[in-house]
């Protein structure tokens, strides 16, 4: 070819999931399809068209002759809301004293914007508010105000909190970490969310130091 074929995307049929029909808006065909979702190659999705199934971002690569194109990238979501929360923490067993970071992600997989969004996430006891910074919105603990958030907008949480051993009978404690989200839509939870992380909390052991002692013993004699 003397010029790179045109491979723009189109959706037909619903412009959001289920039904949402991805394809080649000039018509043009090829001699091999591939489709991917988020980067990832779809098993069996070698066809010109392509009914989504999940939501998230798709391209197609196409085959002519000894040569392959990738089309642009295009972004299909659901038409009931649905909004994705993910945590997870940098150290899932600790000693007690030591700071873990739980990291919180939110999603909108929805074909609209989120409005009125809260994320609130109340540690448990034996987890000790230290800090949190956030990408978007303000953070007063325990809550986390985004306010609006639009379709396929990600924004990220990042708390840390020191972990205490609170029963002193114990060695070691596990604390569940959960994050729960409110917001004026009803979350139809389309996708299956990943809300809470554990933490296992061990005891310092007490060093036991052992010195040789010289014990001088005097005998008195008459």
Excluded at 55 to 82: E, K, Q, W
Excluded at 190 to 217: E, G, K, L
Aim: one cysteine or more.
């Amino acid at each position: 070819f003397d010029t790179v074929p045109s491979i723009d995307l189109q959706i037909t049929g619903s412009n959001c999931l289920p039904g949402a029909v991805l394809e080649i808006s000039s018509g043009e065909t090829f001699d091999a399809y591939q489709w991917f979702n988020d980067g990832v190659l779809i098993p069996g999705a070698t066809s010109s068209s392509y009914t989504g199934t999940t939501a998230g971002d798709y391209f197609l690569r196409v085959t002519r002759g000894p040569c392959t194109y990738d089309s642009n990238s295009i972004s299909v979501y659901y038409c009931n809301p649905d909004v994705i929360l993910n945590k997870s923490v940098d150290q899932n067993n600790v000693a007690d004293g030591t700071n873990v970071n739980f990291t919180i992600t939110v999603e909108n997989f929805w074909d609209n914007p989120v409005t009125n969004l809260r994320l609130t996430d109340i540690l448990p006891t034996g987890l000790e508010f230290v800090s949190a910074s956030v990408t978007s919105g303000t953070f007063t603990n325990p809550n986390w105000n985004i306010g609006t958030l639009n379709s396929g907008q990600l924004e990220t949480l990042t708390l840390t909190a020191k972990a205490r051993i609170t029963n002193i009978y114990m060695s070691s404690q596990t604390y569940t970490n959960t994050v729960t989200n409110t917001q004026d839509q009803t979350d139809l939870n389309i996708t299956t969310d990943n809300p809470s992380a554990n933490v296992t909390v061990n005891m310092i052991q007490p060093t036991t130091v052992i010195t040789n002692r010289r014990i001088t013993i005097r005998v008195n004699t008459h």
